[in-house]
């Protein structure tokens, strides 16, 4: 595979090329665009307008992303070199008598939603979703029930969505699985379809998850010391007296996204020995990469300084730490940085690139492998 910039799979223009006769038959007989074929993805678009860009969600992609016209047609063509197996989001840029304006593929009905809308998903060659993240009918599901937590830690009410699985056997204890910016795992990842099927298909043992959703995400994820108190002396404590958990540290497991991956390993440093698992996914572990982009942005300073302490005195906070982010994002160079580092306390440490992007289906893909990577033992 051919590298891009900083180590990254290259995305280059392809040397394809599409008639105006072609792409109306195409349209005309409901042929998917991008037109996905072993190695390239040719992007299109229809209209009479002056300029087409495609707008990616990740790096590693050339800068010009500018379609080319096709003939005297209203037809636009970006054909790109893409690996196999690559999941891309994308929006596209439009130049028109109306000004520049950014919307989702109109060709594409293939999108993914976000907290902040939806993008446009190309699913390059040889990409498939797991199993486990797809809904069948014939497969248990857990149940819900919120839990409110009084917090000292907060000096609020924080209510917990807690996921409990279906099929339990008395007498049986379970790992718990606490999950940062909860809501959004359920909203856009698939987090209770994927735990179904896991643990219908016997992959991972009858598991409990406790979705949490922070006050100030920013703030409170960024090694806030609350947030490791609440997790740690309120919602885990209350948890295991009132559930059928292991309640030792090989049953509890700490997971997190992008600032929620920060906040498992500042919380878990913050208790070490507490929290036997890790789930590490796309980290914002700024300054954790040699080479890495200077965030600079005043978000980022606290996450900064966490991280460079942590540099600075790595101890091991967990026994095992699953670690994945996508190849194509910016943030890839920091996590490749962290784990050398966390291998190098005793963890063990499991790291997985994905060809995707900074988003919650590359998060949920990766589940399917962490699960039970985590919570078997063996």
């Not at 909860?182 to 099927?197: C, F, I, K, P």
């Not at 996450?303 to 699953?322: G, H, S, W």
Request: net charge negative.
């Amino acid at each position: 595979m051919i590298e891009g910039p900083r180590g990254l799979p290259a995305v280059l223009r392809a040397e394809r090329s599409f008639t105006t006769e072609e792409l109306d038959a195409r349209r005309a007989e409901g042929g998917a665009f991008p037109i996905v074929e072993p190695g390239v993805c040719t992007f299109a678009y229809v209209g009479p307008v002056e300029a087409v860009r495609l707008v990616h969600f990740g790096v590693g992609l050339p800068d010009d992303l500018s379609f080319e016209p096709v003939d005297d047609s209203e037809w636009w063509v970006l054909p790109l070199a893409v690996p196999d197996g690559s999941r891309v989001e994308y929006k596209l840029e439009v130049l028109d008598s109306w000004g520049h304006h950014l919307d989702n593929d109109a060709l594409n009905p293939n999108v993914a939603t976000n907290p902040f809308g939806a993008n446009s998903v190309c699913e390059a060659h040889g990409y498939e979703p797991p199993l486990c993240a797809s809904y069948a009918d014939d497969v248990p599901r857990g149940t819900f029930r919120e839990v409110q937590v009084s917090s000292a830690a907060f000096g609020r009410d924080v209510t917990v969505t807690v996921y409990e699985p279906a099929a339990f056997a008395n007498g049986e204890r379970a790992p718990l699985v606490v999950v940062h910016d909860g809501g959004d795992y359920l909203r856009y990842a698939s987090a209770s379809t994927v735990l179904d099927n896991l643990i219908q298909g016997d992959v991972i043992p009858p598991t409990f998850a406790a979705f949490v959703q922070p006050g100030e995400r920013l703030g409170e994820y960024a090694d806030d010391p609350r947030h490791a108190t609440f997790l740690t002396d309120e919602l885990v404590p209350r948890l295991e007296a009132e559930l059928p958990l292991i309640g030792s540290p090989n049953g509890r497991c700490l997971m997190g996204a992008s600032f929620g991956a920060v906040a498992s390993l500042a919380a878990a440093r913050r208790a070490p020995g507490t929290y036997g698992r890790l789930l590490l996914q796309s980290g914002s572990f700024a300054s954790a990469g040699v080479g890495c982009r200077r965030r600079a942005e005043p978000l980022w300073r606290p996450v900064r300084r966490f991280v460079q302490d942590y540099l600075a005195d790595p101890v091991a906070v967990a026994e095992k730490a699953f670690v994945s982010c996508g190849a194509f994002e910016s943030l890839i160079c920091e996590n490749r940085g962290l784990v050398p580092v966390l291998r190098a306390t005793g963890m063990e440490v499991n790291f997985v690139e994905t060809l995707d992007g900074h988003n919650w289906v590359c998060w949920r893909d990766s589940l399917a492998i962490a699960l039970p990577w985590l919570l078997v033992d063996g």
